[in-house]
């Protein structure tokens, strides 16, 4: 089909093997077979898919010496003779009946053919596959659980819901990202910008962190080293290197939560990819990633949207996953999950095989909701009129009565709810929501047999302060604060129904793991402090010390007011990347308190804090600010603070005086942002120096424990 790999290492160039084909796919992973035969490989954990990538191949890829065998087989009749609809050229319904099918059959064969046989290959090994789906013309659902460990990539909770909830539906107990890739442009990603990309992974169930920006590098070769082409660099080049091992602190503490347990969501949602099927859109294979722009004003993507604003917990679902799912005792069970109720959002097509599963799970006694109408019609072209029959028929079997602006049916021991009101009909069908999402608190929820784990971040632009309300009802809860490794015994309280309130501080931009068990337990109390009175700014003549980086150190400097290091004077402290020490003296303030909180003010871009000679912490952003013990204070105070920058001043003097340092095999550094691109390359040469160090103010706040 015309597509070649992309960045092969040396020896890997070359056509990119047809992923529909068996003997294809075969060929490709005994070469890989014969490769490691004579190798010790119990080192590897598994091998990884870095996704599809084959929708700009020439023909888009969509064909298969045996297609047309493979889909009689599938779809029941010769596509053959309906090529005229295939290629949009006949009556408009029977062309989208049979480019759904034509889609199927794709995904069909991408499915088993490849990742499936991947799969299969890499367990006779023992090894297990990590596999981002994403970008395939298929259900991405149903490729995501064929993997041992869904992965999914980029900025946005309805994109990561996909891998996280094959991985959830389908009982995988890791779900992973491929994180912080693209972030902003090259070199301006700070750890601070990288922690709440994180946060939005672990809001949507991630609890499984890779990061695709580390490449090895010669130690011998000259600043920055080798370097991935990619906007975020985590290599011992970057300054922020220094303070790396603070952000995964927090990805370790938070994974140690997310990955026990289960995951407490109570929804499932249908996966309507029969509508995408159906509409040809900009040619003959939809590459799916999550919600395109063509899910706009559907249902499902209303519905998806609300559930997360509302502070509902759901997973998506496919037409296969559905097909593997029972009810028992008024839960329906998947694979690897129990939930309490499913939604189908309105759809145009659905295949029988499904719709007649979802009223099959209604009769034993599952709680169904069509979100919107009833679907339509069946999918597919074979036998179009005596399976529209059969639908024709289970749909007048479903009896509707009015209830206010909800229409209900009782069927066989369950329940079905038809309406257009989301909110009203998870009410009605007692489906529990998490009202901290009303206040901007964003949530993630597990399970475990002690009770349920709530990982919670302030998405808001102010700070939470408040009795947090929970949809549990918990004996005790803790807190454990993933930034700073702190934790203990929450207060608590019971709201008019019973359900669990905790008090709860929480800065925009911070996050806390909340315990919510389901016996007593004791420990200390978690701590949270008042201010006595207003901050007082640590004044007095700052001295910086340059103590690593490039392209020069520049000289110590003296200062009594805090500004970038790029306003000190001279060229060198503008082109300087790297690390510098504040440091001052100062008396301990006058009065009584329980403790002190330092502010360091604005941070270009992280810092660790010494006092009298003791690190005390290490501040990533964006909140930098640390309590300090009044016995650590002393009358006479030294204050030092490692401040370190992005790379991006020193790249910039770097393309200013045409040092070359892009030094790629087969792909060059493209700019994210086109007025960073010069000849088709990334070019940083017109940049103004970006602020730098410790701008400040620094501050010492007198607290008292609140009571």
């Known amino acids: 089909h015309g597509k070649m790999v992309e960045r092969a290492g040396p020896g890997g160039e070359g056509d990119v093997i047809d992923h529909f084909s068996g003997k294809a796919v075969s060929g490709y992973l005994n070469h890989f077979s014969k490769a490691f035969e004579n190798y010790k490989t119990d080192y590897l954990r598994g091998f990884f898919n870095d996704s ?252 998806t949207e609300m559930m997360i604003r509302k502070g509902y917990a759901f997973d998506y679902i496919s037409d296969l996953q559905l097909s593997n799912t029972e009810a028992y005792n008024g839960l329906l069970e998947t694979e690897g999950n129990s939930y309490r109720t499913l939604i189908v959002p309105q759809c145009k097509y659905i295949p029988l095989e499904t719709f007649w599963q979802i009223l099959n799970l209604a009769k034993e006694g599952a709680y169904i909701i069509f979100y919107g109408e009833m679907p339509e019609n069946v999918s597919g072209f074979a036998n179009l009129d005596e399976r529209n029959e059969v639908f024709s028929r289970l749909r007048e079997s479903i009896k509707f009565t009015n209830s206010g602006n909800i229409m209900r049916a009782t069927f066989g021991e369950g329940t079905i709810l038809l309406g257009n009101d989301l909110d009203a009909l998870l009410s009605y069908a007692r489906i529990r929501r998490e009202a901290m999402t009303d206040y901007g608190i964003m949530f993630t929820r597990r399970g475990n047999d002690s009770g349920t784990t709530y990982f919670v971040s302030n998405q808001g632009e102010k700070q939470y302060d408040g009795w947090l309300p929970l949809s549990v009802n918990a004996s005790t809860t803790a807190f454990f604060n993933p930034c700073n490794g702190q934790f203990g015994t929450a207060k608590t309280r019971s709201d008019k129904t019973g359900k669990t309130e905790v008090y709860l501080r929480l800065a925009p931009g911070e996050t806390m793991i909340i315990d919510a068990y389901n016996r007593n337990i004791a420990g200390k109390p978690y701590l949270f402090y008042d201010k006595l009175s207003p901050g007082i700014e640590i004044k007095g003549s700052w001295k910086i010390e340059f103590t690593s980086g490039g392209p020069v150190l520049p000289s110590p400097a003296q200062t009594d007011r805090l500004v970038s290091w790029t306003l000190l004077g001279g060229e060198d402290v503008k082109n300087f990347s790297g690390t510098a020490v504040y440091s001052i003296r100062f008396e301990r303030p006058s009065g009584k308190a329980d403790g002190w909180l330092l502010n360091l003010g604005r941070v270009c871009e992280s810092a660790r804090v010494s006092l009298n000679g003791e690190e005390i912490a290490v501040l990533i952003g964006p909140d930098f600010t640390l309590m300090i013990d009044r016995k650590k204070l002393k009358a006479e105070n030294l204050l030092e603070i490692k401040v370190s920058n992005l790379m991006a001043n020193r790249i910039a003097w770097m393309d200013r005086n045409n040092i070359e340092w892009k030094k790629f095999y087969n792909v060059n550094m493209a700019a994210r942002m086109k007025q960073n691109s010069r000849n088709g390359v990334f070019d940083a040469s017109s940049w103004e120096p970006r602020e730098s160090g410790l701008l400040g103010p620094v501050t010492l706040t007198p607290v008292k424990i609140m009571k």
């Open 52 to 303: 599809y990538e084959v929708d700009d191949a020439s023909g888009q890829a969509d064909w298969t010496d045996d297609l047309f065998y493979e889909f009689y087989v599938r779809r029941g009749y010769d596509l053959r003779n309906h090529l005229p609809a295939l290629f949009q050229k006949d009556e408009p319904d029977k062309n989208k009946r049979v480019l759904s099918d034509y889609r199927q059959t794709i995904s069909d064969l991408l499915l088993e053919r490849f990742t499936a046989t991947w799969t299969s290959w890499a367990h006779r090994q023992g090894k297990t596959t990590r596999n981002q789906a994403h970008g395939s013309p298929g259900n991405i659902l149903d490729l995501y659980a064929a993997s041992d460990i869904p992965e999914t990539e980029g900025s946005e909770i309805t994109r990561f819901r996909f891998a996280s909830s094959a991985a959830n539906v389908t009982g995988k107990p890791l779900v992973s990202c491929e994180a912080a890739t693209w972030l902003n442009e090259h070199f301006l990603s700070s750890l601070s910008d990288v922690k709440k990309v994180l946060d939005l992974f672990f809001l949507s169930g991630i609890n499984h962190v890779l990061y695709h920006g580390t490449c090895f590098s010669p130690e011998n070769e000259p600043w920055p080293g080798f370097l991935f082409y990619a906007a975020t660099e985590f290599t011992p080049s970057n300054p922020l290197w220094n303070d790396f091992s603070q952000l995964n602190n927090y990805v370790a503490r938070v994974q140690s939560f997310l990955q026990k347990g289960w995951p407490d969501n109570e929804i499932i949602i249908y996966y309507p990819v029969f509508d995408r099927f159906a509409e040809y859109g900009r040619g003959m294979l939809e590459h799916f990633d999550a919600l395109s722009p063509a899910f706009n004003d559907t249902r499902f993507k209303d519905a």
